[in-house]
């Protein structure tokens, strides 16, 4: 054989154990973590929960969730390193109780592609309740004019009092107007 086909031989067989020692390129580990780790909503209501990625790099995250009970939808984004906010909203008629949802993170759109690591999850647990029942305080008042009435009506407006009905009647011979109101009741009442 001659001389320079042995000197190509031997640098060929040199950079073939040479790269046989490194390893695979493989996608770089990424670290989801999910905050809060309690999310609670309120049938025909909206909650968030922000999700965190750890990573060198900046693949492409696809997020997907698992476990949403029945009438709950999630506005899920594009992900990156970083934060993503996801978006639950319950429909009025979703199911209520405590669920375990899993979050998946998939990283992908790797230059040069690469193979490797799987995908991410990471668990929280959901708190449906149920929609709250309006609780109502009511109220009567008497006036002497419809303009008095009108003055009463709007003084009690500010006070967040819905009119719901008036009446006219006769009081010994004069007009006597009464109204009926109502306003939700704060929590703390």
Do not use: C
Request: neutral net charge; aromatic residues 6%.
């Amino acid at each position: 054989m001659p001389q320079p086909a042995i000197r190509a031989a031997v640098l060929f067989l040199f950079l073939i154990g040479l790269a046989s020692r490194l390893p695979a390129q493989t996608d770089p580990e990424f670290v989801v973590s999910v905050s809060p780790s309690i999310v609670t909503i309120t049938q025909g209501g909206t909650a968030s929960l922000t999700v965190h990625i750890a990573i060198n790099e900046r693949p492409n995250i696809e997020f997907s969730l698992s476990g949403l009970p029945s009438g709950v939808i999630a506005q899920i984004p594009s992900g990156r390193a970083g934060a993503s906010t996801i978006v639950l909203t319950a429909l009025p008629t979703a199911a209520t109780g405590s669920f375990n949802v899993a979050l998946m993170a998939v990283a992908s759109g790797f230059d040069p592609p690469r193979s490797g690591n799987g995908p991410q999850s990471q668990n929280f647990t959901l708190n449906v309740k149920p929609m709250p029942v309006a609780q109502w305080e009511y109220r009567m008042e008497r006036a002497r004019t419809a303009q008095e009435l009108e003055s009463t009506a709007t003084n009690l407006g500010t006070q967040s009092w819905e009119l719901v009905s008036v009446v006219l009647t006769d009081r010994n011979g004069a007009d006597e107007w009464i109204a009926f109101f109502k306003r939700q009741k704060l929590p703390h009442e």
